[in-house]
């Protein structure tokens, strides 16, 4: 008896793992990418466009042509700056094993990696971000996160 109860407890968990974040969990996807967002700050900032227009307005501003105003299309967008950085050599990439919707709550796993000491990067200021349709869901509250747990923006979404 007990070790059908503990066979069933341990299948259960087992298909519950199967299903986390990265898996059968919400699926964010990067749609594009840009060295250069135009952002004088030095900070990471998390954006959430909810049509092509207002995507378009910000993309003029700012003169990035690598994206397109119809990318906010569907279920919105959000562009995520790393912040202006001295050298090349400097990205984002999305952890989808990190992204999850929790208590209204849409975390974004992101992985911010820095050239090493001894790279030969471009001596030139850049400003990557990265933009990501997010997953369907019920939340109004679009939270980064490095790869260390450390929160490195949030904004509101209004659909």
């Known amino acids: 008896m007990y070790r059908l109860l503990f066979s069933s407890v341990l299948l259960v968990t ?3 793992c199967a299903m986390g974040p990265g898996r059968g ?5 990067v749609i594009g990418e840009s060295q250069y967002c135009g952002t004088a700050s030095q900070d990471s900032n998390v954006l959430y466009f909810a049509d092509a227009s207002a995507f378009g307005d910000w993309i003029d501003y700012r003169g990035i042509n690598e994206f397109d105003a119809d990318m906010a299309s569907g279920n919105g967008l959000v562009v995520i700056e ?4 001295p ?7 999305l952890d989808k ?8 709550t849409l975390t974004i796993g992101m992985e911010w990696n820095a050239p090493r000491l ?12 990265v933009a990501v349709r997010p997953p369907q869901g019920d939340y109004d509250t679009v939270r980064v996160i490095d790869q260390l747990g450390k929160a490195r923006g949030e904004t509101r979404v209004s659909r």
């Not at 050298?87 to 990439?93: A, F, I, P, R, S």
Request: contains cysteine.
């Open 118 to 129: 001894d790279a030969a990067v471009s001596q030139a200021l850049i400003a990557s971000c």
């Open 82 to 85: 790393m912040g202006q950085r």
């Open 14 to 16: 087992l298909a519950a």
């Open 25 to 29: 969990g919400p699926q964010a996807k």
């Open 87 to 93: 050298t090349g050599g400097y990205n984002v990439q």
């Open 97 to 104: 094993s990190r992204t999850a919707i929790e208590n209204g």
